[in-house]
């Protein structure tokens, strides 16, 4: 069998099966399982990469009926029963999961928008974003146009979710406190953050007191807020708001997800945003051969609303149709019928300040955010070593504001073009020298 | 003043004047001060980034009088006391002290060579590495031909230095001991390691009787050791030692060093590697105003011979030079002639394995890699978070060979072409989008 994506999905349905007859072949474009919910800490300096990453081989190690391969899938032929690949031979399957996950949306802009405003899904993105926000205070500091500078110094989030208040708080606290006291000309504590959210108010999944309470704890920390305002414009020097323009250098996008191209090749069953619409045991509809897990599956939840993006959804899902294939393989009984839990629902606002609903109780404050810290770092996969080195750039964040590496880091021009090397294999060497002149340029 | 470059020497002036009435620009094309020995150790994902680097900001933040630009010198006008920047105005100096370190050298063949062996001077360059190493073996993996299997199972390292031996060891364990266990098509315990060394013996600079434990320690882990063995070639397929083809997918380049571009703009006083010839306080023949230290600089040692391109020696040099400026500033009398001290000579070998030289005596194996650690430790500038972060990953790969992210992390296209935007400044949308174009193909 086949599992395309190592996330928390496809990881899920692998460890269902590691002690069953299944040969299974794990495939994934990256060479890591990513712990998302930490992304936005990659992003401001909070966390490293290898923190909330870990090698998929290592994973799955002491699993021997799995091997692992670093591809990409472009096509899945559910009539030939295989998936094509970017490269190399086609993969045959008798069962297949797909657990793709999802990206970044645009709602139909994305050849214009993308380019302008980052996405975070990716370690890739985390440094992007880091380095993008870091070379605008840069360039601030030496910049003498005060119409430039403000520009620079100015940042967008789009997006009121979880996501888009962790970061906007987070980027905030990056600024105006970390980095503030490195600058000479400029003073970082003017910077200007805005969150904008096209829905009335922030954290629309909890309770409205917790969104009043997300929005002052944001304001309190100099965070502009703007509610009831869809972006209706993006481009390389910031974003339209309704019909006010903001000059922004940095742009985060933190809102719309859709599924991945691969999933799209399914067919009929897809909705317009990608997501696949499955049965109830995850399967596609006239092929019980075929499931879809996770972020990009198309699931209802109990509430009859599509589940929410979580990561223990998404593992709880890959349990059990891991748990459906065993069954099926071995010939036992199936197991019951899917039943979605009910999440506990928490958000981080910035440094040390969450809110949390817990068994119908409010959290607000410390408690929330420490539920919120200890909840997800149980869930980290990747050992003990990496949860120690998270809880200690914590622990110093919490003590002295102070964040392990500010660094730009960039593959130089060469690595750029080894990269792309790399890919094609070792014997196309025309591609590379006309890459390699444009990049001169 | 100006002081370009804020590695070692860079450094080192600039804290020696921290107390003085200096004015200083401290200018530099990247926003950390890199811990360029422990290079090798990222490279091999022993070490994170930011465990080896840190902003130069936070470096400076006690010291008023000295404000950071992240930008690149191109040019040095003596004449005008000018240095031309890559972007932005240029920047006028009373004092200039270029520290700006060297870089890799091909030896004259920088256009055909420098695509395919990677040099090894920054953290985007260990990244690559590092990505470079890890793809090549994913690729052996999947590989059907065994011609093209053994070439990407192949790692050449051109240069038998310090450098060289220390990256050498590292990967070979990296390969043979931490990787092995992830793959189930390929052995990489077979994996072919290759050190080619152009001079008769590996380590030159320490006694005949350590290069021979060098060589022998290393051939004990499986590695090839080629000695008296030029590179006479290099293409996107492997390297030709003599007269001997070796097809490699992944060539380091550690041999060979040469002044970067900005100091060969000195005029007459810069020898042909690139490296400026000074006086005896590091001034430019008939330029007091401008010294040179750290690599730039050609200094003689008291053997007549180059001095070494040490972190301490150029901390040396920096420290005096610093000392020399303030005293002149303040009309004190000028400190004492220049001396260039005997570093201790140390290096590693492999896991916990070294030779050095202290006080005449000769130290091998266990010890010997120890002091290398703790001399280097000590060294390291970055403060006590990131001294005990290494010191666990060292402990760590001590008892268990494990290392912390072995994870290939690429920049998206968009990440690609949206810092090349952000070094243009958010104005330009031509070069942009032709870049992005062809970044496509």
């Known amino acids: 069998m086949v599992v395309i994506g190592a996330g928390f999905a496809g990881m899920a349905v692998v460890r269902a099966l590691r002690s ?36 998929i ?70 440094i992007t974003a880091r380095n993008k926000l870091l070379k605008a205070f840069e360039r601030a500091e030496m910049e003498s146009d005060p119409k430039k500078q403000a520009r620079d110094m100015t940042v967008v989030v789009v997006g009121g979710g979880p996501t888009g208040v962790a970061i906007t708080g987070t980027i905030s606290e990056f600024t105006r406190r970390t980095l503030a006291s490195d600058f000479r000309n400029i003073d970082l504590r003017q910077a200007r953050i805005v969150l904008v959210q096209s829905g009335p108010r922030l954290l629309p999944a909890f309770s409205e007191r917790h969104s009043a309470y997300a929005a002052s704890a944001l304001q309190r920390q100099g965070v502009e807020v703007r509610l009831g305002a869809p972006v209706t414009h993006v481009d390389a020097t910031g974003v339209t708001v309704g019909d006010e323009r903001i000059e922004a250098a940095t742009v985060l996008w933190c809102t719309g997800v859709q599924g991945v191209p691969v999933a799209r090749t399914l067919g009929g069953h897809v909705k317009p ?64 019928r899917y039943e979605t839990f009910t999440p506990s629902k928490v958000a981080t606002i910035s440094r040390h300040v969450g809110v949390a609903e817990f068994r119908g109780r409010s959290i607000i404050g410390f408690p929330a955010w ?61 591609t590379r020298v006309s890459r390699r002149a444009v990049l001169r340029n």
């Open 370 to 430: 420490l539920m919120w810290g200890l909840l997800h770092l149980r869930a980290l996969t990747g050992g003990g070593h990496a949860k120690l080195s998270i809880l200690a750039n914590w622990l110093r964040l919490l003590v002295t504001y102070r964040r392990s590496g500010r660094l730009i880091v960039e593959p130089s021009e060469l690595a750029t073009h080894q990269e792309g090397h790399a890919q094609k294999g070792p014997d196309d060497t025309t």
């Open 273 to 336: 945003n990608g997501t696949v619409a499955v049965q109830n045991d995850f399967s596609v509809p006239g092929h019980p051969e075929c499931f879809v897990v996770g972020d990009a599956a198309h699931a209802i939840g109990p509430d009859g609303r599509p589940v929410p993006g979580l990561a223990s959804i998404a593992q709880q899902q890959g349990r059990y149709v891991g748990k459906l294939i065993s069954a099926r393989l071995a010939n036992r009984a199936l197991p019951n």
């Open 20 to 55: 069953s007859d299944a040969e299974i072949t794990l495939v994934d474009r990256n060479n890591h399982h990513l712990f998302q919910p930490f992304l936005f800490q990659v992003a401001t300096s909070i966390l490293e990469p290898a923190e909330i990453a870990a090698p």
């Open 57 to 126: 081989r290592s994973l799955v190690r002491e699993m021997p009926n799995v091997r692992v391969e670093l591809r990409e899938a472009t096509r899945i032929d559910l009539s030939r029963r295989t998936v094509v690949m970017n490269e190399g031979s086609d993969l045959a399957y008798d069962i297949l999961v797909v657990a793709t996950g999802a990206q970044t949306s645009y709602f139909g802009h994305e050849s214009e928008w993308a380019q302008h405003a980052l996405g975070l899904k990716s370690l890739g993105d985390a």
